[in-house]
């Protein structure tokens, strides 16, 4: 099967090839992939600055049709259209893993970086990880659930947003545009999407298409301004980094209130973070970390798409063949797309 590989350490080294078509083990089930989107893990993979071990398959977001079972699978069958939790290779016997997190459990090994991916036909993923497509949605939609998972632990778990909240999101890329509409879902009562100069174009044009209260380009408006302004000088109730700017991140405690919240979304791609820790400090701010995607917040997800409280296609910007994989990553790099979806 033709199949989009890492195949050695170091920067670059992506090469379309034939692989051998999987074989589903023990409680796995073999899934034909009918659509799966760039990340920008996959970009990091690329380029070596995250981890992973060639040769393997490139993508972790993804959906398609059960194709076929393997030893004692119990609650799937043939046929059905399922995403995946990418949380394979957890151990299930840590502390994290027996306390429900296994998505940062240290053995696990997800697709797309640790275990062959989704840029290709087909893919096996245990049936403990899977989750049924509502009927009402199509694969290219249900591809961006990972994603927008990822939003909702974040936004809504971790971050523990509550109707009414005022929200400031930094970075208004895909990440950013989900967590806007994870708040929205939530009930938040303003929310203020901030990006930078090179935003200017598809990011906020998309982010003003999707109704935010208030968004803005940080070069022409005065964000804190606005912000306290709008807050009638309180600050808002939560502030969230989907923009990995240390300059930016440094920014944050600064808009919130005193008892605010900010969420951390945003990779810095290594980069240390020069922090106003006494800000935090006398502002008793609460800061939350998230990696990754719980059980519970991809019910959360699948529920408020199907519902049409969180229209997560709307951050799709092109759909293309495999083929078109190095087309795909420069335009995402030039940020003249949003979420790509790849068609194998």
């Known amino acids: 099967m033709l199949s989009l590989v890492k195949t050695q350490k170091g920067e670059g080294f992506l090469q379309l090839m034939e692989m051998p078509e999987p074989r589903p083990g023990e409680g796995e089930v073999l899934l034909e992939i009918k659509a799966t989107g760039i990340c920008g893990t996959d970009l990091h993979v690329r380029d070596d600055n995250f981890p992973n071990w060639p040769p393997v398959i490139l993508g972790h977001e993804f959906a398609g049709e059960i194709v076929e079972l393997g030893p004692n699978c119990k609650y799937y069958k043939v046929g ?3 995403v995946a939790e990418p949380h394979t290779k957890a151990c299930g016997v840590c502390h994290l893993c027996r306390t429900g997190n296994p998505q940062i459990c240290p053995d696990k090994r997800s697709p797309g970086w640790g275990i062959h991916g989704s840029f290709a036909k087909y893919l096996c993923m245990p049936e403990h990880l899977l989750h049924r497509i509502p009927d009402s949605v199509d694969y290219d939609t249900a591809a961006v659930f990972e994603p927008a998972a990822n939003a909702v632990h974040d936004v809504i778990e971790r971050g523990r947003i509550e109707p009414g909240d005022f929200v400031v999101i930094v970075g208004p890329g895909p990440i950013g545009l989900l967590a806007g509409m994870a708040a929205n879902a939530a009930g938040a009562r303003h929310i203020v999407m901030a990006g930078a100069p090179p935003d200017e174009g598809m990011r906020l044009e998309k982010a003003r298409a999707l109704g935010f209260d208030s968004v803005i380009n940080v070069a022409k408006t005065d964000l804190k301004e606005l912000v306290m302004d709008l807050t009638h000088g309180v600050g808002c109730d939560m502030a969230i980094d989907c923009s990995g700017a240390p300059r930016a991140i440094a920014g944050l405690p600064d808009l919130c209130r005193k008892k605010g919240r900010i969420q951390a979304i945003g990779l810095t791609g290594g980069r240390n973070v020069d922090f106003p820790w006494n800000t935090c400090s006398s502002k ?9 995607t719980s059980y519970t917040s991809w019910n959360k997800t699948i529920a408020l798409v199907e519902r049409g409280l969180m229209p997560v296609g709307e951050v799709i910007s092109h759909r293309l063949p495999l083929t ?3 087309f795909a ?7 003249r797309a949003l979420k790509v979806i790849l068609h194998p």
């Open 329 to 335: 990553f420069a335009e995402i790099e030039a940020q």
């Open 80 to 82: 059905e259209r399922v």
């Open 284 to 292: 008793s701010l609460d800061i939350h970390f998230g990696m990754s």
């Open 324 to 326: 078109e994989w190095e």
